[in-house]
């Protein structure tokens, strides 16, 4: 029997426990990417094979399934953004933040953070091809996510 993708009112967790983000954090991986878009009501959402997620739920598994004690190592996550409406990235910098909190990997160097200066971080970069975008929220601190500038000019 196949399971259920989780409707926003339950838990990832709960209701779809093959989740493929949680399957790949339960086997230790330390990168993931996601395509990002956006619902019918703007809603971002994560393609996830046939099914959409909620960013921020996907971004909730992150943060509890993503560090252990026995796994601190950063998570890099590469957003890709080219299925998003351009109207609706200006939405993603704020959803990181809320989503990720203190794990959200933010520094004011230009270049990708060691694995030591990460750890038990989540450190976003762009995937390859993507036009630039601030992912710095307005009203917050410009160093939100510079490695994902940085990565993207490499």
């Known amino acids: 029997a196949r399971s259920k993708s989780p409707t926003v009112s339950q838990g990832p967790q709960e209701a779809w426990p093959d989740n493929p983000i949680r399957v790949a954090l339960r086997a230790k991986c330390r990168c993931i990417s996601l395509a990002l878009t956006a619902s019918r009501e703007g809603r971002l959402e994560v393609l996830q094979q046939q099914h959409r997620m909620p960013l921020q739920e996907v971004l909730r598994l992150l943060g509890k399934f993503g560090f252990d004690d026995e796994v601190t190592s950063p998570l ?3 957003l890709s953004l080219a ?4 109207s609706c990235r200006a939405a993603v910098p704020a959803a990181l933040l809320e ?3 203190e794990r959200l990997w ?26 630039e975008v601030a992912l710095a929220p307005q009203g917050h601190d410009a160093t939100a996510a510079t490695a994902a500038t940085a990565a993207t000019a490499a």
């Open 83 to 86: 299925s998003l409406a351009t």
């Open 106 to 131: 933010r520094s004011a160097e230009p270049q990708m953070p060691s694995p030591q200066d990460a750890a038990g971080h989540v450190v976003v970069v762009l995937a390859p091809g993507e036009s």
């Open 76 to 78: 890099l996550l590469i």
């Open 99 to 101: 989503g990720l909190g």
